[in-house]
């Protein structure tokens, strides 16, 4: 059986068409509440005069693009190795998330540079309508619900891809917060609490967006998998009968899957077709057990120590 026939034979539950709908589902569930959300969120905010509601309402458009960077990102990864891409195309799910980074960052920035113009002319602040403090609790409460259900959804099928947007939500979430602390202090006389509640949540936004900027950045560049896992595989290589250790593992990240290589040490005694089927062995109890994609063996031989 050659590689591209092992990687199919091994898909994973990763790769299931279960995991696909549950992602689109999710989703698309977030496009709904992100367009309802922004559009209540700016005309509430402009007919109110928060500018905190409005910063909120435009980091919820942010979100509404991140969704369909996801839908994009999740269209492509599934696709199955090719002549043009030997390993599949699940490092989409990387730059998806590398691209959310950096909207998010650049939202942050825009939302920041917003509120010291403000901060900096304080006698133009108004006083806010109590409808967007109304608005501002409702948006909090929708956030978290939306968070919840991604984020649950994220666990189940495994994708980190759907983490991060989770944990978007989750950012909107704590930033609505802000959002009805500053506009309920704008209410009681103090003007400057909204935009200083704009500012905070744009240095929210920045500081998560670099975070998930950075960490995609870092699996493009063949960041290798976590300790544990390694430390899994290594232990599945093992347990397979007829390896005798093994050195030289290496690992690396291909959106939530994982290319690995590694030196067997098998008996030197025994047949090249012997020797091929234990290297084969273990390969095949990697993939299956493990969110292998491909693990690539190289057999050294060596003579087994007397007991």
Do not use: C
Request: aromatic share 6%; hydrophobic share 50%; no cysteine.
């Amino acid at each position: 059986m050659n590689n591209l026939q092992d990687m199919a034979e091994l898909d994973s539950e990763e790769n299931t068409p279960e995991r696909e709908a549950a992602t689109k589902r999710s989703t698309w569930v977030s496009v709904v509440v992100n367009l309802g959300l922004t559009i209540t969120q700016v005309i509430a905010g402009v007919v109110a005069g928060s500018q905190a509601l409005i910063a909120d309402g435009i980091h919820s458009l942010s979100d509404l693009v991140a969704d369909f960077v996801v839908l994009l990102a999740v269209h492509h990864s599934k696709k199955q190795a090719d002549e043009d891409h030997h390993y599949g195309h699940q490092r989409y799910e990387n730059a998806a998330s590398l691209v959310l980074g950096g909207l998010l960052l650049a939202v942050g920035v825009g939302m920041i540079w917003s509120a010291v113009h403000k901060l900096q002319a304080p006698e133009s602040i108004p006083t806010v309508h109590l409808m967007a403090l109304w608005v501002a609790l409702g948006a909090l409460v929708v956030k978290e619900t939306l968070f919840r259900y991604m984020l649950a959804v994220a666990e189940r099928v495994r994708s980190s891809m759907l983490v991060a947007n989770a944990w978007h939500a989750r950012s909107d979430a704590a930033s609505s917060l802000v959002v009805a602390i500053g506009i309920g202090g704008n209410l009681l006389g103090f003007a400057l609490l909204d935009p200083i509640a704009a500012l905070i949540v744009g240095f929210m936004v920045g500081k998560m967006g670099w975070e998930f900027f950075w960490d995609a950045l870092h699996d493009l560049m063949d960041r290798a998998a976590t300790e544990e896992q390694v430390e899994g595989i290594a232990a599945e290589i093992l347990a397979t009968p007829g390896v005798l250790g093994m050195h030289e593992l290496k690992t690396r990240k291909a959106g939530d899957m994982i290319l690995a290589d590694v030196h067997l040490e098998i008996d030197g005694s025994i047949t090249v077709a012997e020797g091929h089927d234990i290297a084969r062995q273990a390969k095949l109890n990697v993939m299956a057990r493990h969110p292998v994609l491909y693990l690539m063996t190289h057999v050294d031989p060596v003579t087994p120590k007397a007991n």
